[in-house]
């Protein structure tokens, strides 16, 4: 599949045009940007184990029947995917306070919540993505009730999957952000709601079980170093790194040794 034309860049992605005006190819960098951009790095090799990871927790969503944009995985930092009109919503489900949660309610860190809590942020970088409600999505057309119920139908399902996903490999989902858009389907011929973005450790908390080390973007956000390693570890439990690939952490312009298992 043809690269065409760059036809948006994002803090951690590159959308490229293809020859099917219905299918895009999604490029993942290694930039790394928390606190709204005002932190930025290159964490080498970021990009390559985000997008195996998604690829991975994607293909699963799939199998359990969540429509998501993934077409296929086409090498190692590209994704083929069907274009998606994105909501301009950031959809949030959490099942631990931490965060921005607890800083916000001054919930304690840790607190199991009940039930699953299904947040809302508005995507405007300018305004730090701020937390809305429903009525200001419906109030301002961003989505109509109807879609917001079928995604937040989906939101749940998949946090029902993946917590059990994570669970089996020893680490806890804390919470995760999902993106969602409207994409056309050749069959029905009509728009159909599709899951979007990524789901990696960029996208998601998630805590070992045991020890509540963090292997997530909170290591980047936080400064606690080890970021790859963390990354890694999630790809190597979820199985889909060969024990013994090692990738260390470096800095700008080396390049990181890498292996796959073959699908
Ligand atoms: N999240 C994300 N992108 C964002 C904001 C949040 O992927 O722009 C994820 C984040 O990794 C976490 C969840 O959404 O898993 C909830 O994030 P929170 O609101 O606590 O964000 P914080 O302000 O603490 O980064």
């Not at 998606?84 to 607890?102: D, M, Q, V």
């Not at 050749?186 to 998601?204: F, G, M, Q, R, Y």
């Amino acid at each position: 599949m043809n690269k065409g034309n760059k036809l948006y860049e994002g803090k951690a992605k590159i959308i490229y045009e293809t020859k099917d005006k219905n299918l895009v190819i999604q490029h993942f960098k290694d930039d790394a940007t928390a606190f709204n951009n005002l932190k930025k790095a290159k964490v080498e090799g970021k990009g390559v184990l985000n997008n195996r990871i998604s690829e991975y927790i994607l293909s699963n969503l799939t199998q359990c029947g969540i429509k998501n944009h993934l077409v296929k995985r086409l090498n190692m930092r590209e994704q083929l995917i069907r274009k998606a009109e994105i909501f301009p919503i950031e959809f949030i489900a959490r099942n631990i306070a931490t965060g921005s949660l607890t800083k916000r309610l001054g919930i304690p860190e840790g607190t199991h919540l009940e039930k699953p809590l299904l947040e809302y942020c508005f995507k405007k970088d300018e305004l730090n993505d701020p937390l809305i409600s429903k009525d200001h999505i419906f109030s301002f057309g961003w989505a109509t009730e109807n879609e917001i119920k079928i995604i937040d139908q989906m939101t749940l399902r998949i946090n029902d999957l993946l917590t059990g996903m994570f669970r089996a490999i020893g680490i806890k989902l804390v919470d995760f952000k999902l993106e969602y858009g409207k994409a056309w389907n050749k069959d029905t011929e009509k728009k159909e709601i599709v899951l979007a973005d990524e789901i990696s450790p960029d996208t998601c908390r998630l805590w070992d079980i045991k020890t509540e080390k963090k292997l997530d973007k909170d290591r980047f956000r936080k400064d606690l170093g080890n970021i790859i390693q963390a990354y890694q570890e999630v790809a190597r439990r979820l199985g889909i790194m060969p024990e013994e690939t090692n990738i260390s952490e470096v800095n700008f312009g080396k390049t990181i040794p890498i292996k796959f298992k073959k699908k």
